[in-house]
């Protein structure tokens, strides 16, 4: 474990989720074998995934080609105006050291013509049109149509790359990157992604990336959320999933309780991505 801890961080604080070396093997083995039983349930070919260049596609690129071999992994990656060219760069650098095949298809003129449809009855143009959230939420559900053309198109199960962290907290676009056929890092805090990365073998620079979301013109994913995901991932950790009081999880973690409120808020207010759609009961 030596050299994946020098992968990793010193120390992480305020708590360390990592697993250990038998759980770490248990994990991958475990992951791998969810998505060949999701490929096979499905009758598909293989399985497509859309790079960002980030470490959650990272991973979950690593352990398709792990489960799956090479050839019947595709990779697609949807760069648009926002994203950073290094980005799109690494994501390129994953398929290639992968040996997939990978598409690389530009979303900003498909964004260019929702938008000017939209502009068409619009009687408040932005100046800015890549400004605003809705916009980064058409985006994901851009790209993610694209996905799955190209998926359909070869008969493959889309992978979805969200950890525990995101989609307990609501940090995905609902029928965007929340639109997959399975999510198996679902279960992963986003330090213990990190882990499985670097035994799977990705890269130091890949592992200890600034996560951004490439959807909205932010920073960092942490600077939208509000935290870095390792106060992010002990707060879920003990409030949400522990449903330990306010202020026990403050002190653990040496935040505030308001930090800890701002997280169960998020929690609650994004049930309705964890759910599918509300159906009323039968009536007769």
């Not at 994946?4 to 992480?12: S, T, Y």
């Not at 951004?212 to 390792?230: H, I, R």
Request: hydrophobic content about 35%; aromatic content about 6%.
């Amino acid at each position: 474990m030596a050299n994946l801890h020098e992968q990793m961080q010193d120390d992480i604080e305020p708590l360390d989720l990592r697993f250990d070396a038998d759980e770490l093997e248990a994990q991958v083995y475990y992951l791998t074998e969810f998505i060949q039983d999701r490929v096979d349930a499905a009758d598909a070919d293989g399985a497509e995934i859309a790079l960002s260049g980030g470490i959650d596609s990272t991973t979950m690129a690593y352990l398709a080609v792990e489960a799956l071999g090479a050839d019947n992994v595709h990779a697609i990656t949807l760069p648009k105006a926002v994203n950073e060219d290094a980005n799109m760069s690494d994501a390129e650098r994953v398929a290639e050291a992968l040996g997939v095949e990978y598409d690389v298809i530009e979303i900003d003129p498909i964004m260019d013509q929702v938008l000017e449809l939209a502009d068409a009855e619009n009687q408040n143009k932005s100046e800015d049109r890549w400004e605003g959230r809705y916009v980064g939420n058409t985006s994901a559900r851009v790209r993610m149509t694209v996905t799955y053309l190209i998926a359909n198109r070869e008969n493959r199960i889309v992978l979805g790359t969200g950890n525990r962290a995101e989609l307990a907290t609501g940090y995905v676009t609902k029928y965007g990157d929340g639109g997959v056929d399975c999510n198996p890092l679902g279960n992963l805090y986003k330090q213990q992604v990190r882990q499985v990365a670097a035994h799977l073998g990705v890269s130091e620079e890949v592992v200890q990336k600034t996560p951004t979301g490439g959807m909205v013109d932010y920073e960092s994913d942490e600077e939208e959320l509000g935290l870095d995901y390792d106060t992010l991932d002990a707060v879920l950790a003990l409030s949400i999933d522990g449903n330990l009081p306010k202020s026990v999880v403050a002190r653990l973690t040496d935040t505030t309780v308001e930090d800890v409120s701002h997280v169960e808020t998020m929690h609650e207010k994004s049930e309705h991505k964890r759910t599918p759609p509300d159906v009323p009961e039968p009536l007769f």
